[in-house]
């Protein structure tokens, strides 16, 4: 068509059509006139070919100083960056004009690529199914998610089978230990069905550190002898090389996009309890496998199979319970009932519990507590643990370490801080302590709490005759049962008259 120059593809269909057409059939075919026709056949250059190079437009604002300053600089430290060198030359030549910038980024990343430094290449692995699975922990601290009102400083662990992609992912309270990774691979390997032949991970940088020696060979032989248990191959990438491990890494981007969808479309990032979060991550791991079931179906079947049993996922000791009715783990203080006072209490430490044995026996499980982020030691209590010799004393808890650590509920917490405002330091105390007791023997925590939070709401103080009033059974609205004495004679009417010999 007249105005509309011809493409370097009309020129190519041109000359194809033209082996088997006449000139004017073939331009008729490739979209030109037949005069096109006749001068591509004297000229058969494309017309990319015959266009005249660009010329500069305006004059070159870096054509005295990129040679002569620039380079240099970049020789001297490749690392550079383009915007650091762009303020260096405004600071050097202020008449240069703020314009430049792209032109210095564009100038130095052409320089880089003829003259710079070589990097580093990435191999791509072939993955066969059944051979690799990786472990790995991500930091999920940026999402604001909350547990009832409470930020939640977490992490996840993530397993990821390299071929079929399967993933397994937990939430974790505390930092990349041992526990936290033997416990939830062997929850990974077991959901699975199998092992890999071989495991990797990031080396455990935050498990290994600030320990000496002897701790890291410990760490070391347990993670080798877990590994081992499910006939798996160790390995770990070199520290601070992240893409080594990049099969894992570059996932743990696609499930935070995920879980950051999740949360937008959820339309709240408040959980009512931990449970309640951690279902939450695992529908969303689990709706991934699903549309990967046919691949990871496959690589099941290439997998070792599991061992008859689990083997240690947790960590062994022994702590004394003092006389303030508990011990110190970790730097956090555990509550205890009195009655072990002197005894000492083989722990097993989880990530997110601890079980205490008195010998053989299993006396209880505890939430696992975590130091403050200052430094100062934490507290995980029970005030029903301590609550009857509190009873005896309750002005220690005026001064008492873990004060608001003993309230289970915000509620009572601020009633101890409406009394003291309120009463005696003496009498505020007596009172708490007594509606903490009538807590604790009524079993009412939940509905006392209430009943604090009204008052709180009110602006009054408690009335304890009143809360033992409607929290103690009234004796006269128990119901009466008479049990009716059957005589034994009525039984003999069950047997009958039969005379036969029972065995």
């Known amino acids: 068509m007249p105005g509309r120059q011809i493409t370097d593809r009309q020129m190519r269909l041109f000359m194809t059509l033209r082996q088997t057409d006449s000139t004017p059939v073939a331009a008729a075919k490739a979209g030109f006139s037949t005069a096109t026709g006749y001068r591509t056949e004297a000229d058969p250059r494309p017309p990319s070919a015959k266009r005249a190079p660009r010329s500069r437009r ?28 762009y303020q260096e030359m405004l600071r050097r030549h202020p008449d240069l ?3 430049i910038r792209r032109t210095i980024e564009r100038r130095v990343r052409l320089w880089r690529a003829v003259h710079g430094p070589e990097q580093e290449v990435i191999f791509r692995q072939i993955h066969e199914p059944g051979r690799l699975g990786l472990s790995d922990f991500t930091d999920m601290a940026d999402f604001g998610v909350t547990v009832a009102g409470e930020p939640l400083d977490h992490r996840l662990y993530h397993f990821r089978l390299a071929y079929s992609g ?9 930092g990349e230990s041992y526990v936290a990774l033997a416990e939830r691979l062997q929850n990974a390997l077991w959901s699975l069905g199998g092992a890999p032949f071989e495991h990797c991970s990031d080396s455990l940088s935050a498990a290994f550190r600030n320990l000496d020696r002897d701790a890291r060979d410990d760490l070391t032989c347990r993670y080798d002898a877990l590994c081992a248990h499910y006939r798996m191959k160790p390995s770990r990438n070199n520290a601070g090389i992240a893409h080594e491990n990049g099969v894992i890494e570059s996932v743990h981007g696609h499930l935070k996009r995920a879980v950051e969808d999740a949360l937008l479309l959820r339309a709240s990032r408040d959980f009512a309890d931990l449970p309640a979060y951690r279902h939450f991550i695992d529908e969303i791991v689990s709706r991934h496998n699903t549309r990967h079931a046919k691949l990871i179906d496959a690589e099941r079947a290439k997998l070792n199979r599991l061992p008859d049993r689990r083997t240690e996922d947790y960590e062994a000791t022994v702590v004394r319970v003092t006389s303030s009715s508990g011990f110190t783990l970790r730097k956090v203080f555990y509550s205890v009932p009195s009655r072990l006072v002197g005894h000492r209490l083989r722990v097993r430490l989880y990530d ?16 696992r507590g975590r130091p403050g982020a200052n430094g100062k030691h934490g507290h995980v209590v029970d005030y029903r643990h301590v609550i009857h010799s509190l009873r005896r004393k309750p002005m220690a808890l005026l001064g008492l370490v873990y004060r608001d650590q003993l309230f289970p509920r915000d509620a009572y917490r601020r009633t101890f801080e409406v009394l003291i405002e309120a009463l005696a330091d003496r009498q505020a105390c007596r009172l708490m302590v007594e509606i903490l007791a009538l807590a604790h023997e009524r079993a009412c925590e939940g509905e006392l709490a209430a009943v604090l939070q009204v008052d709180l709401d009110a602006r009054r ?7 033992r009033a409607r929290f103690t059974p009234d004796p006269a609205s128990l119901p009466r049962v008479d049990v009716a004495v059957v005589p034994l004679e009525a039984y003999q009417a069950l047997l009958g008259d039969g005379t036969g010999d029972f065995a």
């Open 97 to 99: 004009g703020a314009g």
């Open 58 to 85: 305006r004059p070159d604002p870096l054509e005295h100083i990129f040679e002569a300053e620039i380079v240099p600089m970049l020789a001297a430290a490749p690392r550079l960056r383009s915007v650091a060198i």
């Open 352 to 367: 997110d519990r601890l079980d205490l044995f008195l010998g053989a026996t299993e006396l209880m499980t505890l939430p």
């Open 166 to 174: 399967f993933e397994h992912a937990h939430v974790i309270l505390g």
């Open 461 to 467: 103080l408690p009335d304890l005759g009143a809360l």
